[in-house]
């Protein structure tokens, strides 16, 4: 007998996105709730799938639309699908609003999280876990939940105190984005330009991995531009994109493909698949040569 078919947690179908412009109608689906007109294609057929569990890292050199996808996904009004889908839990979200898709349950960290001087980590994370979950959740049972993540997440206890990212860390910042993710449980988590340095992707890495430590199901997608992005997060799936188009998808070692596609003229004006292609051919002629000169020695 054979196992029953699993159910995608999260689904990109064939997805092709326009920017639109600030005035005039339009015919298609927004991604949030522009009114505006298409005026360039950025996205070309994408589609991707996370099951639940699934760690996905997406790799993109600047100017590839990754930043664009993740804008999409949670409903930027700046775009407009034009056709597929975006399926969620089996729903189709497509049309959905941002906070329609943050209250069902999907989360992104932003790569520059904006300051809000006079609002406290606490109070920012009361007010989203209402809107989220539409009850009220008291003060001390709240703050008790966010010391036992900042203990988690190797952050001081007087983080939930401090404004709002006004005057964080890079690591600071992307540690706050991963309190809220851990205390707001969300379903899918996307990180956004998950590349900054060496040390910022350590503590993402970090994170999410003790996150998922009590959110098995949890689906994450990481966007960056940067194999070590890889190397830290140690996905189940890596993917490339080139111009708006994923046109190569596999295990962790299309990652080191990838770098060594960079090394060549560029990504942005080539197809991905043949870079690969060269890189492998220039890994294996390295080779190649390596274990000639040594044979001459």
Same mark, same amino acid.
Not at 47 to 74: C, D, I, K, P, R
Not at 134 to 158: C, F, K, P, Y
């Given at each position: ?100 898709? #943050?209250?069902? =349950?999907?989360?992104? *960290?932003?790569? !520059?999280?904006? +300051? ?7 109070? /920012? ?122 046109? #190569?998808?596999? =295990?962790?070692?299309? *990652?080191?493909? !990838?770098?060594? +596609? ?7 004006? /080539? ?27």
């Amino acid at each position: 007998m054979s196992e029953p078919a699993r159910t995608p947690l999260f689904e990109i179908d064939d997805l092709v996105v326009s920017t639109v412009s600030s005035s005039g109608s339009s015919s298609g689906s927004s991604a949030g709730s522009s009114a505006g007109r298409p005026v360039a294609r950025v996205l070309n057929g994408v589609s991707l799938t996370v099951y639940h569990g699934e760690v996905h890292a997406l790799l993109g050199s600047n100017g590839n639309e990754t930043s664009t996808l993740a804008s999409v996904l949670l409903g930027s009004p700046h775009h407009e699908v034009t056709s597929g889908r975006i399926l969620f839990n089996g729903d189709d979200i497509t049309t959905w609003g941002a906070d329609v898709r #943050a209250k069902a =349950g999907l989360f992104l *960290a932003f790569p !520059f999280p904006p +300051a809000i001087a006079g609002v406290n980590v606490l109070n /920012f994370m009361h007010q989203s876990i209402s809107a989220r979950t539409g009850t009220e959740v008291g003060i001390s049972e709240l703050r008790h939940q966010l010391l036992a993540w900042v203990e988690r997440l190797g952050m001081n206890d007087d983080f939930v105190e401090r404004h709002l990212n006004d005057g964080f860390s890079d690591h600071e910042k992307k540690r706050n984005e991963l309190l809220q993710m851990a205390v707001l449980e969300p379903k899918v988590a996307i990180f956004d330009e998950t590349n900054s340095d060496l040390e910022t992707l350590r503590v993402v890495a970090a994170g999410i991995d003790e996150i998922r430590t009590d959110r098995a199901n949890l689906g994450t997608l990481a966007i960056g531009d940067h194999h070590r992005l890889v190397e830290h997060l140690n996905p189940d799936f890596v993917h490339v994109m080139v111009d708006g188009a994923i046109t #190569a998808s596999g =295990g962790v070692e299309i *990652a080191q493909h !990838f770098e060594t +596609a960079q090394h060549f003229d560029t990504a942005q004006h /080539f197809d991905t698949a043949q870079h690969l292609d060269t890189a492998l051919h220039f890994e294996t002629h390295t080779a190649l040569e390596t274990s000639a000169d040594r044979s001459f020695q």
